[in-house]
């Protein structure tokens, strides 16, 4: 079925597309309230806007696609290279390369947590191979001389350049993590940018826009038309005709009269108000003004603070002269301890060099002699070694030889005494002959054989002798290396200990001139500190008695005010007296005013009961307006099928928009037509949108 709604589907979009071909663009109302056709533009244009923002997305992706597929080439074409230039480090090496070598499996980097597969398989033969020709190369190269500072430069080097490395890779990868997150966030406001400017520069939602904010202009315009149809119908019937302009003008006088009513009623209040501060005000200054007395300017509180200041000032400034004068005591004390323990302190540790310097020159001395005749006696020895060693082969190569010439006599011996005369003379000549010729045959064998023999003991012989001289010399030399290398380390081994004993010993030293620094620092700051609080108090000082002149200078200006005061009050007074007049005229005024306000509110409940004459009459026509309007807007908003939901999905096939309950409703249902043109749809024809 689904098969076959597809197929429907397409010739239908296919007839569709040759029939738009032909078919003229949408156009969108520019005036009055918003048709069906306006309704479907605008879900078009929603779909259209999240058609693009898609493609947009798309965009993006394809963009890091290509730059990934780039990216892979190009490590794939140097991969296949470098492969081509170890085949070729292998082919020529691996020839010479010996198979009984112990590989060093910590030379090169193993594959870790990687599934296996071709690639993975070849860089791992190829491992082998390379580890094949490198492992006897380094094991060569570590049996040669190699001066040990070099190395332990290179590895500290490395140690150090590896630090670095790390410490920039951590620092990169925190960057690189939060550059990521913030080009995310760009993507995202980017996208979420170019959503409103489409959104902006749609004209539906401009359109949406007007009617939303011209809808109460709408409503006064409609309920004014009513209105005026309302009156001429019962104009028509009852012969009562009643002006709107004048309507309209007694409600706009009736309006100004209640603001200007509420307008004096606050003015009214607010001078009785002030008036009745002003005349507390005058009375309460009146009355200090009367009795002002010099006990008065004693017992006010700003007085008692300033004087009391001032005795705390005077207080704190001889608590400060006697602080400063201990602490210049104490100060010139220190300084005198300080450079006495200086002094001590250099002498000490002189001396303490100076006979560390004596040991070292003595001790050095002692070695030198010592390792000269310890090598003298090396060397002597492994000679004689070497000679006891060369007497004791001679020896055992005569005894072989004694050994085998008995042997030829004891054979020769026998052979004598085992032939017999009397067989021999038996034989014919012929018999005899023949036994000659295979004794002489037998003879001439054996000689060939002892020959050989002969030749090869003395090649073995030879070639032994000069094996054994090989490995004496040999011997002989790597005892020589051995007392070397043995008389360097112990050389190291007192470097090294005299080093430690010299380090501990200016460790010392140090801790002792950190100790004193550390006081230094410590007498110095308390010097600051002091310096600092003894030009506070000659600051404070200063200002105590700049304070105590203000004081004075203020004591005056206060008498003067006194007398200023004076004479404020009298123009107060007569202040007074017109202000009182001035209220007396406003009270006036307000009692006409309210006589006229009384006169406009008559006039306002008869006007208000035409009102409710005139609204009776027209209410039914506003609402049944209004609520046309309201099923306008809902019809644009909310789902036609249910009627509750807001409208969130649209059909790609036709560009009806509906809730995705209903949609989702009719696919469970198999109901895979649009409800308003009846054109079939599936799952996938359905897209979210947000009006």
């Known amino acids: 079925m689904d098969y076959d709604n597809d197929k429907k589907r397409l010739h239908e979009d296919s007839d569709n597309s040759e029939v738009k071909k032909h078919k003229p663009l949408d156009v969108l109302s520019n005036d009055g309230p918003l048709t069906q056709k306006d309704v479907v533009y605008f879900k078009k244009?929603?779909?259209?806007?999240?058609?693009?923002?898609?493609?947009?997305?798309?965009?993006?992706?394809?963009?890091?696609?290509?730059?990934?597929?780039?990216?892979?080439?190009?490590?794939?074409?140097?991969?296949?290279?470098?492969?081509?230039?170890?085949?070729?480090?292998?082919?020529?090496?691996?020839e010479k390369a010996d198979l009984n070598v112990e590989l060093n499996e910590t030379l090169l980097i193993k594959l870790t947590n990687v599934p296996i597969g071709d690639l993975d398989a070849l860089l791992e033969k190829r491992r082998k191979q390379l580890l094949t020709i490198l492992s006897p190369?380094?094991?060569?190269?570590?049996?040669?001389?190699?001066?040990?500072?070099?190395?332990?430069?290179?590895?500290?080097?490395?140690?150090?350049?590896?630090?670095?490395?790390?410490?920039?890779?951590?620092?990169?990868?925190?960057?690189?993590?939060?550059?990521?997150?913030?080009?995310?966030?760009l993507q995202t406001q980017l996208l979420t940018l170019v959503k409103n400017n489409d959104r902006k520069s749609s004209k539906t939602l401009q359109r949406i826009d007007e009617s939303l904010t011209n809808g109460s202009d709408v409503k006064e315009e409609t309920t004014e038309t009513v209105k005026s149809?309302?009156?001429?119908?019962?104009?028509?019937?009852?012969?009562?005709?009643?002006?709107?302009?004048?309507?309209?003008?007694?409600?706009?006088?009736?309006?100004?009269?209640?603001?200007?009513?509420?307008?004096?009623?606050?003015?009214?209040s607010q001078i009785n108000a002030n008036y009745n501060k002003v005349v507390e005000e005058n009375l309460l200054l009146s009355n200090k003004l009367e009795n002002l007395n010099e006990n008065?300017?004693?017992?006010?509180v700003m007085y008692q603070e300033l004087a009391a200041h001032n005795k705390q000032l005077n207080e704190s400034v001889n608590n400060l002269q006697k602080i400063n004068d201990t602490t210049v005591n104490?100060?010139?004390?220190?300084?005198?301890?300080?450079?006495?323990?200086?002094?001590?302190?250099?002498?000490?540790?002189?001396?303490?060099?100076?006979?560390?310097?004596?040991?070292l020159q003595k001790s050095e001395n002692d070695l030198v002699r010592i390792r000269t005749a310890r090598d003298e006696l090396l060397s002597k020895q492994t000679i004689l070694k070497a000679d006891l060693e060369n007497q004791t082969t001679n020896d055992e190569l005569n005894k072989l030889n004694k050994v085998l010439n008995e042997r030829i006599n004891s054979l020769e011996k026998e052979r004598h005494d085992t032939s017999d005369n009397n067989k021999i003379g038996e034989l014919s000549k012929d018999e005899l002959i023949q036994r000659v010729n295979m004794l002489n045959s037998e003879i001439k064998e054996i000689e060939q054989a002892f020959q050989?023999?002969?030749?090869?003991?003395?090649?073995?012989?030879?070639?032994?002798t000069d094996q054994e001289n090989l490995v004496k010399k040999l011997t002989i030399e790597k005892t020589k290396a051995d007392q070397k290398y043995f008389a360097s380390m112990r050389l190291k081994d007192s470097l090294s200990s005299e080093n430690r004993i010299l380090k501990a010993q200016i460790n010392k030293s140090q801790e002792l001139v950190n100790k004193l620094n550390d006081l230094e620092k410590s007498y110095l700051d308390k010097i600051e500190i002091l310096t600092k609080s003894n030009n506070d108090f000659k600051i404070i000082r200063q200002s105590a008695l700049q304070e105590n002149s203000k004081l004075q200078e203020t004591l005056k200006s206060i008498e003067v005010r006194?007398?200023?005061?004076?004479?404020?009050?009298?123009?107060?007074?007569?202040?007074?007296?017109?202000?009182?007049?001035?209220?007396?005229s406003l009270t006036q005024e307000l009692n006409e005013k309210n006589l006229a306000l009384g006169k406009f509110e008559h006039k306002l409940k008869s006007t208000e009961s035409l009102l409710k004459k005139y609204k009776t009459n027209n209410t039914s026509s506003i609402l049944q307006e209004d609520e046309r309007q309201l099923e306008a807007l809902r019809s644009i908003a909310k789902c036609s099928v249910c009627s509750k939901n807001w409208k969130d999905t649209a059909i790609t096939v036709c560009g009806h928009v509906f809730?995705?309950?209903?949609?989702?409703?009719?696919?469970?249902?198999?109901?895979?037509?649009?409800?308003?043109?009846?054109?079939?749809?599936?799952?996938?024809?359905?897209?979210?949108?947000?009006?």
């Open 659 to 691: 809730c995705l309950g209903c949609t989702q409703e009719r696919l469970a249902a198999r109901l895979r037509r649009c409800p308003t043109c009846n054109k079939g749809f599936s799952a996938n024809d359905l897209l979210s949108i947000h009006l």
């Open 452 to 464: 050989e023999t002969r030749e090869n003991s003395i090649s073995k012989l030879t070639g032994i």
């Open 330 to 359: 104490k100060l010139n004390e220190l300084e005198n301890k300080q450079t006495n323990v200086k002094h001590l302190l250099d002498k000490e540790l002189r001396e303490e060099n100076e006979n560390l310097k004596q040991q």
């Open 137 to 185: 190369v380094i094991e060569n190269s570590k049996l040669s001389n190699i001066d040990k500072s070099d190395v332990l430069e290179k590895v500290e080097s490395l140690n150090a350049e590896v630090a670095t490395l790390k410490s920039e890779n951590n620092t990169l990868s925190k960057m690189k993590s939060q550059f990521e997150s913030k080009v995310e966030d």
């Open 45 to 94: 244009e929603a779909i259209w806007r999240q058609m693009r923002s898609y493609k947009q997305k798309c965009t993006l992706l394809t963009k890091d696609l290509n730059d990934i597929k780039q990216n892979y080439e190009s490590n794939e074409r140097k991969i296949n290279v470098l492969d081509s230039w170890y085949e070729l480090i292998i082919n020529l090496f691996g």
């Open 296 to 300: 008065d300017l004693i017992n006010s």
């Open 562 to 584: 006194k007398a200023s005061l004076e004479k404020e009050m009298l123009s107060i007074k007569e202040k007074h007296g017109d202000k009182v007049k001035e209220n007396i």
């Open 229 to 268: 149809e309302t009156n001429n119908n019962t104009a028509d019937k009852d012969g009562n005709s009643v002006n709107n302009e004048e309507f309209e003008r007694i409600s706009l006088e009736i309006d100004e009269l209640k603001s200007d009513n509420r307008l004096l009623k606050e003015l009214m």
